[in-house]
């Protein structure tokens, strides 16, 4: 009978991929589920981007998607928006919001029920929602003060942690996979590793542009690429405050933040920011 050779250690059992084997490995490839987004936001978005759309076409766009049309009417009759004037349509709401309100809050519909959405981990991905809603108004301020991009700012508030959101739910699946429990601090490892690139991926897959793309995977680096100094203090900075709206924690990281010198921010810039603070929460819970 003839004996196949066998090579030293040919014998021995592979080890087990650990969920960081897994991880890393779905990071590398990028063979992630990124989800997308729905037809009915594509067509707003699409409506919303032509100069010509007005209060009625855009109407019946919005109409079309149930789950929308009741988020915007009950946004526009929040106090936050809420006029003298009792609300009887949506067309009326529309109008009220204008466009570009538009445009975010179905940005935000969409991020809520299909980036920000893991089952059994609701309330962890609630406050990774409202942590970036905050940042998304406390960016979007800023920039309409310095007459910057106001629309970018809110996305980059809004999309700059969704890659937290994608590696949880990533993490679950492995867990499940491997048979070995969820650990809160291999999750955070996880995320704080990842996050940042994971979420440039999906921005850049939605097709929002190279300069959103590029501030969301590097608003964590202390020395991001020149051409994106300002976009990313920009990001960090608002990212800063939101903690801080939030959480009511200590102002001094905020009050001596390095992205302020770019930012070309002074102290009473500061105080008038932190001063809406009572406004800036109103918003992020009127609209998530």
Not at 31 to 43: E, G, M, N, V, Y
Request: charged share 20%; proline share 7%; aromatic share 4%.
């Amino acid at each position: 009978m003839n004996h196949r050779a066998s090579s030293p250690g040919s014998d021995r059992v592979r080890p087990r991929p650990t969920p960081a084997d897994r991880l890393a490995e779905l990071v590398e490839q990028k063979a992630w589920s990124l989800p997308l987004l729905p037809d009915a936001i594509l067509r707003v978005i699409n409506a919303t981007s032509d100069p010509g759309c007005g209060a009625r076409e855009l109407t019946e766009v919005i109409r079309r998607d149930a789950s929308l049309t009741g988020h915007l009417f009950r946004v526009a009759s929040s106090p936050h928006y809420a006029g003298q004037v009792k609300l009887v349509s949506l067309q009326q709401a529309v109008a009220r919001l204008g466009v570009a309100t538009i445009r975010e809050i179905a940005l935000v519909v969409s991020c809520q029920g299909r980036v920000f959405s893991v089952p059994g981990h609701e309330r962890a991905v609630k406050e990774m929602f409202r942590h970036s809603l905050a940042t998304a108004i406390v960016a979007q301020e800023i920039a309409r003060t310095r007459r910057w991009n106001v629309e970018e700012a809110f996305l980059s508030g809004l999309l700059h942690d969704v890659g937290s959101a994608v590696i949880l739910q990533a993490l679950v699946d492995i867990h499940v996979e491997l048979e070995v429990p969820l650990s809160p601090e291999g999750l955070a490892t996880a995320t704080a590793a990842n996050h940042a690139f994971v979420g440039g991926c999906l921005v850049e897959q939605w097709q929002l542009g190279p300069a959103l793309v590029g501030a969301i995977r590097h608003h964590h680096d202390p020395a991001p690429p020149p051409t994106l100094g300002r976009p990313v203090a920009l990001l960090q900075f608002a990212d800063a405050v939101a903690h801080l709206l939030l959480d009511e924690s200590d102002d001094r990281p905020v009050r001596t933040h390095a992205a302020l010198t770019t930012l070309n921010l002074y102290p009473d810039d500061v105080d008038r920011l932190l001063a809406r603070r009572v406004e800036i929460v109103t918003a992020v819970e009127a609209i998530a």
